[in-house]
């Protein structure tokens, strides 16, 4: 209030208003999808894996909401888990495959979402950098899986030769992204 009464003072003294640093919407929009991915990747191999892999999209959530690394981390590590009982139980490759690209794209994404949160403000328009980090992460993941898959499909059918082939590719490309 000012000295003359009914007159409010309206300066502002910081000359900045609040930024929101909460976690970036289309990242955590992104990763909770990756987390329901996961999720169907597990129930799809055994229902084994449904439970946690169902908290863990619960948690993940909660960490983005809460723009908590830790938890998302917790979350995450959860999905995996339910990926790791529907292997236990005798689910085939191919829904562990997709239940552990999208545990490790929830992890990946969630984390640059809390970063680009915490950097920028979540009113900054960033969905243009949220966008090119999920592509290139679900890029690299999908060949990294791929690469996986063939050196199971290579091992099964007794090939050591194609399987010490995949890996050595794979530990290549993989030190080549890491490199940059």
Same mark, same amino acid.
């Given at each position: $209030?000012?000295?003359?009464?009914? $007159?409010?003072?309206? #300066?502002?003294?910081?000359?900045?208003?609040?930024?929101?640093?909460?976690?970036?919407?289309? +990242?955590?929009?992104?990763?909770?999808?990756?987390?329901?991915?996961?999720? /169907? &990747?597990?129930? /799809? &191999? +055994?229902?084994?894996?449904?439970?946690?892999?169902?908290?863990?999209?619960?948690?993940?959530?909660?960490? /983005?909401?809460?723009?908590?690394?830790?938890?998302?981390?917790?979350?995450?590590?959860? /999905?995996?888990?339910?990926?790791?009982?529907?292997?236990? #139980?005798?689910?085939?490759?191919?829904?562990?495959?997709?239940?552990?690209?999208?545990?490790? @794209?929830?992890?990946?994404?969630?984390?640059?979402?809390?970063?680009?949160?915490?950097?920028?403000?979540?009113?900054?328009?960033?969905?243009?950098?949220?966008?090119?980090?999920?592509?290139?992460?679900?890029?690299?993941?999908?060949?990294?899986?791929?690469?996986?898959?063939?050196?199971?499909?290579?091992?099964?059918?007794?090939?050591? @030769?194609?399987?010490?082939?995949?890996?050595?590719?794979?530990?290549?490309?993989?030190? +080549?992204?890491?490199?940059?």
């Amino acid at each position: $209030m000012s000295g003359i009464r009914g $007159m409010r003072d309206t #300066s502002d003294t910081t000359g900045v208003d609040e930024i929101d640093r909460s976690p970036a919407i289309v +990242s955590t929009t992104l990763a909770v999808g990756a987390g329901v991915v996961s999720l /169907l &990747g597990s129930a /799809l &191999g +055994s229902l084994a894996g449904v439970a946690p892999a169902a908290v863990g999209v619960l948690v993940l959530g909660v960490g /983005l909401v809460r723009g908590s690394r830790r938890i998302l981390t917790a979350g995450a590590g959860l /999905l995996f888990v339910g990926v790791l009982l529907a292997g236990a #139980s005798g689910a085939g490759p191919e829904p562990l495959v997709v239940g552990t690209l999208g545990a490790v @794209l929830a992890w990946d994404v969630g984390e640059n979402g809390i970063g680009v949160g915490a950097q920028l403000g979540r009113e900054a328009d960033t969905r243009r950098v949220e966008l090119v980090h999920a592509a290139s992460s679900l890029a690299v993941g999908a060949v990294t899986a791929a690469l996986g898959y063939g050196v199971y499909l290579a091992a099964a059918s007794g090939q050591p @030769l194609t399987a010490l082939v995949f890996l050595l590719f794979g530990a290549i490309l993989l030190v +080549s992204v890491l490199d940059r």
